[in-house]
């Protein structure tokens, strides 16, 4: 049906920066049966809908269900304000908190988000037409969190920025945590991967809906951080979404190909969750209060994640990679320098570098040591550990795509922000730059805001056409059989075979490790 814009006369004003700078006029449109009210900001000339339901609230009978479709009935949907993020603890806000306090701020500058609920499947759309006909590209934004926290409209993820580069950007909400990532064996219909089940039904409300809203149902772009990384891989990999985005960029999201997860062990952790709870069977585990099952995963110290569950994701993500099996889409992906450094202790010795070779590559304990640094154990372990759980990883998955024909580039991360010497190149530091989103607290200089208009444009670029590349940055060569890659820094520098002699032998271990 085609939309009728209606300017409303209200001014609407919000105090909370998340959800608008100054004052936003009011704006809906009709979208098949339902009027959708939305706002549109005039300082970014952007049209702006927060909070669209895309499926039914997850609650009650359909707690630890497949998401269900809304129902077709005619509504107004107020999107002007966000929803509450999905069932959480204070997990990603203390991620938050510790960056703050190693950048030398109190943790204070970060604040928990408003609400949270099970009733949370919402999407929010950053636009600046509501042309049907402007078939702009369109980015949709997983967030990250370890499976166990974030939101779609953490400050860093808000798309008001990256959208005025004539993109639709949307952010979408999943189910997280034991009530997105929950198997049991008195469900043997269900997946235990909601969450991503969750993210495939957001895709199809774009695909199905978008064109309302300036964008181009036939150029979506998948992408997303960490554990929103890791779901785009799975959806490259997953029959159940083929088709319903062209592009993936993998943000430090390869290391589930490291740490998978069978399901007879999300089985397992679902009967010991019941005997957590101390609950007869799973149907009573069904009517506990969702701040019970929170606490049940406290205690458990958050473990649930996605499963290999023979249907959503068929087998081992790295077997589906090697054998070929996966959609074939356009990707971008990539890691930062130092992703695990944040997260090493203090103390680590190189006697505990030496345990974890030889728990891992015991046959090549003498090769990984020679090309590790041991004067700084800290900075040795993190070199290890962020080549084998996320930067090989990433090299795995952009061999196995380029090897299908599609266009691969990978990126390497290496900027380091003024007052970073506690922190480094940190798992989540490139997430500002990509929509230009730094915090007030990050120290943030002419170096860091060339390196934000360079990697927008990149990603924006790559969005659009599926090349990274325009006049106005320096190329960035095609992953290909010489293995390129680009080197994001206050200097941009294209180089070749990134930690190769580390990688040569993760990736065979990864292998070998699939199909055991």
């Not at 998978?260 to 009517?287: H, I, Y």
């Not at 003498?366 to 070199?383: F, G, V």
Request: hydrophobic share 35%; glycine share 6%.
């Amino acid at each position: 049906m085609r939309q009728i814009i209606q300017y409303l006369i209200t001014l609407i004003f919000f105090l909370n920066p998340a959800k608008a700078t100054l004052a936003e006029v009011g704006v809906s449109i009709n979208l098949h049966n339902s009027q959708i009210e939305g706002v549109f900001d005039s300082d970014n000339e952007l049209f702006i809908f927060r909070g669209i339901p895309y499926a039914k609230p997850p609650i009650g009978d359909l707690r630890w269900t497949s998401p269900v479709l809304l129902s077709p009935d005619p509504e107004v949907i107020n999107a002007q304000s966000f929803k509450p993020a999905c069932m959480q603890d204070e997990y990603t806000t203390e991620w938050y908190q510790d960056v703050a306090e190693l950048f030398d701020n109190p943790r204070s500058v970060f604040q928990h988000v408003d609400a949270v609920s099970e009733d949370c499947l919402y999407l929010n759309i950053w636009t600046n037409s509501l042309d049907q006909t402007s078939k702009k590209p369109v980015m949709v934004w997983v967030h990250g969190g370890a499976d166990t926290g974030g939101w779609s409209y953490e400050p860093n993820n808000l798309g008001h920025h990256l959208a005025t580069k004539d993109v639709v950007v949307v952010s979408i909400n999943y189910r997280l945590n034991i009530f997105g990532f929950f198997s049991h064996p008195e469900i043997p219909n269900e997946t235990g991967n909601f969450g991503l089940e969750d993210e495939i039904m957001a895709l199809q409300w774009v695909k199905d809906h978008i064109s309302s809203y300036g964008g181009d149902p036939e150029n979506i772009t998948y992408f997303g951080e960490s554990a929103g990384g890791a779901h785009v891989s799975y959806l490259i990999a997953s029959p159940k979404s083929r088709g319903l985005f062209k592009r993936g960029i993998i943000q430090s999201g390869a290391y589930n190909l490291f740490r998978w997860f069978p399901k007879n062990k999300a089985l397992e952790l679902g009967e010991r969750t019941q005997a957590v709870l101390n609950a007869p069977d799973f149907q009573s585990m069904k009517s506990l209060s969702a701040e019970n099952l929170l606490a049940a995963s406290n205690s458990l110290r958050h473990p649930y994640r996605p499963n290999i569950d023979g249907e959503l994701i068929p087998k081992n993500l790295t077997q589906l990679l090697d054998e070929g099996s996966f959609n074939n889409v356009d990707l971008m992906i990539g890691s930062n320098k130092n992703e695990d450094y944040m997260y090493v202790d203090e103390s680590v010795t190189e006697s505990d570098i030496n345990q974890l070779i030889e728990n891992y590559y015991p046959e090549h304990q003498e090769k990984l040591l020679s090309l590790l640094d041991l004067e700084d154990p800290r900075l040795a372990m993190d070199h290890l550990t962020t080549n084998q759980v996320t930067l090989c990883p990433s090299v795995f998955i952009a061999r196995s795509l380029a090897k299908n024909g599609n266009n691969v580039y990978q990126y390497h991360f290496t900027r380091m922000r003024e007052g970073s010497e506690k922190i480094l190149s940190y798992h989540g530091a490139e997430i500002p730059y990509v929509f230009n989103t730094h915090d007030e607290w990050l120290p943030t200089n002419e170096d860091d805001t060339q390196l934000t208009e360079a990697m927008m444009e990149y990603w924006v670029e790559f969005a659009t056409k599926g090349t990274p590349n325009s006049i106005n940055n320096p190329t960035w060569k095609e992953f290909g059989v010489e293995e390129n890659y680009l080197i994001l820094d206050a200097e941009l520098e294209n180089s070749s075979k990134l930690e190769n002699d580390f990688c040569e032998i993760m990736i065979n271990e990864l292998i070998e490790r699939s199909s055991n």
